[in-house]
């Protein structure tokens, strides 16, 4: 299954606007990292359970997403809709990062948890304002473009925390497969890093993906790996030192 050619004319004008105003392609690929759903990247105290699990999660959300200095705030579903979690950010400073209680499903955290910090940066970013219609699909492709693109693919089209963006996911199954392979392509990381970890539907779109871009894409992947970042504001120090 293929997505349409607008999308991924989004796709790669969208990346390359995203990765222009975050340090440039060069800048990114030196500090470029998938995230896998392993102990390795997710040691967890297994332990823990309830909001002290999602907790451990977030720490190492963050830290894989260069982040953990950012004034995040995990915040519980008891009735904080969008205009509180808006209102919080504006007015306090805080990044409230929203989760459902209950949630226990490691790769559901992680997706939930990865997409909420996306959307911070991609507001922080200043790279499309928050009220349009484009917001969330900036939002997961961000995420993928952060590392957590097979928790993004394992996730997509699956329902979350109901009433923010993390509702039904911006974008299908397909179209993240697709996004998680160009940042494999853009970034370098081997098939033998992602498939494993994928489900039986975005495992498939994945390989469909790569083969598509590699075959029919070389002078936009080509422009991509040459973008710079944006002249008049380096967005590089969005993130921390990896």
């Known amino acids: 299954m293929v997505p349409g050619r607008g999308y991924l004319k989004w796709l790669f004008e969208t990346s390359a606007w995203l990765i222009e105003r975050l340090g440039g392609t060069q ?3 030196s500090r470029a ?7 390795e990247d997710f040691p967890i105290d297994r332990a823990l359970e309830h909001d002290e699990l999602i907790e451990d999660f977030f720490l190492f959300v963050l830290e894989h997403a260069g982040l953990s200095r950012w004034p995040f705030e995990l915040s519980p579903d008891d009735h ?7 209102a919080a ?3 306090l400073k805080t990044m409230l990062v929203p ?3 209950g949630m226990t499903d490691a790769t559901r955290i992680v997706g939930t948890l990865s ?13 499309v304002d928050p009220h349009h219609e484009a917001f969330d699909l900036a939002t997961e492709l961000a995420t993928v473009i952060l590392g957590f693109g097979i928790f993004s693919a394992n996730t997509s089209g699956r329902r979350g925390f109901a009433g923010l ?9 397909v179209e993240t497969s ?9 970034f370098e990381q081997p098939d033998a890093r992602i498939l494993p970890y994928l489900r039986v539907n975005p495992h498939g779109f994945y390989r469909a993906a790569c083969r598509e871009l590699l075959r029919n894409y070389g002078p936009e992947l080509r422009r991509l790996r040459q973008v710079t970042p944006t002249p008049y504001r380096s967005r590089a120090a969005l993130f921390e030192a990896r």
Do not use: F, K, M
């Not at 963006?165 to 199954?173: F, G, N, R, V, Y």
């Open 89 to 91: 950010d504006e007015n």
């Open 115 to 127: 997409r909420g910090v996306a959307y911070h940066l991609v507001r922080q970013a200043e790279i």
């Open 27 to 29: 800048a990114l690929r």
């Open 99 to 101: 989760y459902e209680r």
């Open 165 to 173: 963006w993390l509702a039904d996911t911006a974008l299908s199954e």
């Open 178 to 186: 697709y996004a998680l392979a160009l940042y494999a392509i853009l």
């Open 33 to 39: 990292r998938l995230i896998t759903p392993t102990y």
């Open 80 to 86: 904080r809709g969008p205009s509180l979690i808006h």
